[in-house]
């Protein structure tokens, strides 16, 4: 368990770690079992390692089983519709459980529970049902919240508004023992028409620069090998911070530490993605030549709609440069299909940036309408016919373009980070490329967490199978 050092606020830090004290020595002797399901990014993940890191510290055992489980916690996201039912189907769901096991505590948090809509619901219909509602500014509280809960003995909600404090010099959890998400920046300013993030997740904070390189110090001492540094808009990490400082500088700051071997990033606007971030990108020999650049859509005229602040030629002349100066970059992206009023028209344009780019990989998205947003009052929805005919297309697209350029890297050796047994035979491992690309080898389980060369001898669509060559 590793703890996180950035001790912004003190006075909260110290209450948080008495209260955790205090539940361990309550609830010693029990044997307790904590259950967690995380949905939605990476961001989240993150949430739910640090969330994870508390239950332990109280004396709470993870389980896979849901029924085994004493708490229960989902971490909810609400980027898409979908995403947002499953929740619901999940809460309903509980009562059974709750009958079973009365003693039961069951809590959500995340991103959906910033929302009105979502609260009133939670509160009129699963009132038994649900314990403990936080959102996504106060996760560091869960021990004083679940202490709370304990003595009350009914639901307590706690919701704010707007980011107040970070407080992170709290226990974590990682679920990999040589990668690790570390965030450099919280929130999002942009207000995309058709994105809640800003709503739920607050403005942009910055860390400050000196504590995220002592936390990757920390974990590069723990055996952490790769750092996902993470923020919802990477590129303008440092804006209101008063030392003197970018994302390209931080990346050339963190490129410096020993011992860590790889640098990625999640996620990057095109509109902020300055020249000083592609050299840095070029010259840090541990940045990963891996650049994920979501487009949304290729329209110019639907990016203003989206209110994204680029054009197609902006994004296309970026991409050209990237390739250019970053030498054999993959290069990824998010693409919405269905927004209100996209034409026929504007899906070619999409599938025109499609074929210039020849993405390694595209993350592929039917729009959802979100309730806040500009984009769910601009009307002119696209049928859910045309919708799902255009996103059939954009697959065999963007499927044909991954398998052409996996099928040129046949012969090649390649870096791989390994990372686990492989999910469908356990004689292979599974690693991944600086590219990102996923590869299947033979090989000793003691080589999980190694950089190894993987000469690669077939090509698949979404993977690569290879040999290994030498351990480095
Ligand atoms: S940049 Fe746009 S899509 Fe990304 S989190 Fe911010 S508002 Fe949402």
Same mark, same amino acid.
């Given at each position: 368990?590793? @703890?996180?050092?950035?001790?912004?606020?003190? $006075?909260?830090?110290?209450?948080?770690?008495?209260?955790?004290?205090?539940? &361990?020595?309550?609830?010693?002797?029990?044997?307790?079992?904590?259950?967690?399901?995380?949905?939605?990014?990476?961001?989240?993940?993150?949430?739910?390692?640090?969330?994870?890191?508390?239950? &332990?510290?109280?004396?709470?055992?993870?389980?896979?089983?849901?029924?085994?489980?004493?708490?229960?916690?989902?971490?909810?996201?609400?980027? @898409?519709?979908?995403?947002? &039912?499953?929740?619901?189907?999940?809460?309903?769901?509980?009562?059974?459980?709750?009958?079973?096991?009365?003693?039961?505590?069951?809590?959500?948090?995340?991103?959906?529970?910033?929302?009105?809509?979502?609260?009133?619901?939670?509160?009129?219909?699963?009132?038994?049902?649900?314990? =403990?509602?936080?959102?996504?500014?106060?996760?560091?509280?869960?021990?004083?919240?679940?202490?709370? @809960?304990?003595?009350?003995?009914?639901?307590?909600? *706690?919701?704010?508004?707007?980011?107040?404090?970070?407080?992170?010099?709290?226990?974590?959890?990682?679920?990999?023992?040589?990668?690790?998400?570390?965030? =450099?920046?919280?929130?999002?300013? #942009?207000?995309?028409? /058709?994105?809640?993030?800003?709503?739920? &997740?607050?403005?942009?904070?910055?860390?400050?620069?000196?504590?995220?390189?002592?936390?990757?110090?920390?974990?590069?001492?723990?055996?952490?090998?790769?750092?996902?540094?993470?923020?919802?808009?990477?590129?303008?990490?440092?804006?209101?911070?008063?030392?003197?400082?970018?994302?390209?500088?931080? +990346?050339?700051?963190?490129?410096? %530490?020993?011992?860590?071997?790889?640098?990625?990033?999640?996620?990057?606007?095109?509109?902020?993605?300055?020249?000083?971030?592609?050299?840095? %990108?070029? *010259?840090?020999?541990?940045?990963?030549?891996?650049?994920?650049?979501?487009?949304?859509?290729?329209?110019?005229?639907? +990016?203003?709609?989206?209110?994204?602040? /680029?054009?197609?030629?902006?994004?296309?002349?970026?991409?050209?440069?990237?390739?250019?100066?970053?030498?054999?970059?993959?290069?990824?992206?998010?693409?919405?299909?269905?927004?209100?009023?996209?034409?026929?028209?504007?899906?070619?344009?999409?599938?025109?940036?499609?074929?210039?780019?020849?993405?390694?990989?595209?993350?592929?998205?039917?729009?959802?309408?979100?309730?806040?947003?500009?984009?769910?009052?601009?009307?002119?929805?696209?049928?859910?016919?045309?919708?799902?005919?255009?996103?059939?297309?954009?697959?065999? $697209?963007? *499927?044909?373009?991954?398998?052409? #350029?996996?099928?040129?890297?046949?012969?090649?050796?390649?870096?791989?980070?390994?990372?686990?047994?492989?999910?469908?035979?356990?004689?292979?491992?599974?690693?991944?490329?600086?590219?990102?690309?996923?590869?299947?080898?033979?090989?000793?389980?003691?080589?999980?967490?190694?950089?190894?060369?993987?000469?690669?001898?077939?090509?698949?669509?979404?993977?690569?199978?290879?040999?290994?060559?030498? $351990?480095?």
């Amino acid at each position: 368990m590793n @703890r996180e050092n950035i001790a912004v606020n003190d $006075e909260e830090l110290k209450k948080q770690l008495v209260t955790i004290d205090n539940l &361990r020595y309550e609830l010693k002797g029990k044997e307790l079992f904590y259950y967690i399901e995380t949905f939605g990014c990476l961001m989240n993940e993150k949430d739910s390692e640090k969330l994870s890191g508390v239950l &332990r510290e109280i004396g709470y055992v993870e389980t896979q089983s849901i029924k085994q489980a004493d708490f229960i916690l989902y971490n909810t996201c609400c980027i @898409r519709d979908n995403a947002e &039912r499953k929740i619901y189907g999940r809460v309903g769901n509980i009562k059974g459980l709750k009958q079973k096991k009365p003693d039961l505590i069951v809590s959500i948090c995340g991103c959906m529970m910033q929302q009105e809509h979502v609260l009133e619901k939670l509160q009129k219909k699963y009132k038994r049902e649900v314990d =403990i509602i936080f959102g996504t500014h106060n996760i560091y509280k869960l021990a004083e919240l679940l202490s709370t @809960r304990m003595e009350v003995g009914h639901q307590i909600i *706690d919701i704010w508004r707007e980011h107040k404090d970070i407080v992170e010099d709290l226990p974590s959890v990682r679920k990999y023992k040589h990668k690790a998400a570390v965030n =450099i920046m919280y929130g999002c300013d #942009n207000f995309c028409s /058709y994105c809640v993030v800003p709503y739920v &997740r607050g403005r942009e904070r910055s860390r400050d620069s000196g504590s995220i390189i002592q936390e990757i110090k920390d974990l590069v001492n723990d055996g952490v090998k790769e750092v996902m540094l993470l923020g919802q808009n990477v590129n303008s990490y440092g804006k209101g911070l008063s030392e003197d400082i970018t994302f390209a500088k931080l +990346l050339r700051e963190v490129n410096k %530490i020993e011992g860590l071997k790889r640098i990625r990033y999640m996620t990057s606007h095109p509109k902020d993605f300055t020249d000083e971030v592609i050299y840095a %990108i070029r *010259d840090c020999e541990k940045v990963c030549n891996y650049v994920h650049l979501p487009i949304q859509s290729g329209s110019t005229k639907v +990016l203003e709609e989206m209110n994204r602040k /680029y054009t197609k030629d902006h994004y296309l002349n970026l991409a050209e440069k990237i390739k250019k100066e970053i030498d054999g970059v993959a290069i990824t992206t998010d693409i919405i299909v269905g927004f209100p009023c996209e034409t026929e028209e504007d899906f070619l344009e999409t599938l025109d940036v499609i074929r210039k780019v020849g993405y390694d990989s595209a993350f592929t998205y039917i729009y959802s309408k979100r309730t806040g947003t500009k984009a769910a009052t601009m009307g002119g929805e696209v049928s859910a016919e045309v919708i799902n005919e255009r996103f059939n297309r954009l697959i065999l $697209e963007t *499927d044909k373009i991954q398998k052409e #350029n996996n099928a040129k890297r046949n012969g090649i050796t390649y870096k791989v980070l390994v990372e686990e047994l492989s999910k469908s035979d356990s004689k292979l491992l599974t690693g991944r490329t600086e590219q990102n690309i996923l590869v299947h080898f033979e090989g000793d389980e003691s080589l999980i967490g190694e950089l190894v060369d993987v000469e690669i001898f077939e090509t698949k669509g979404h993977y690569l199978n290879g040999k290994l060559k030498t $351990e480095s």
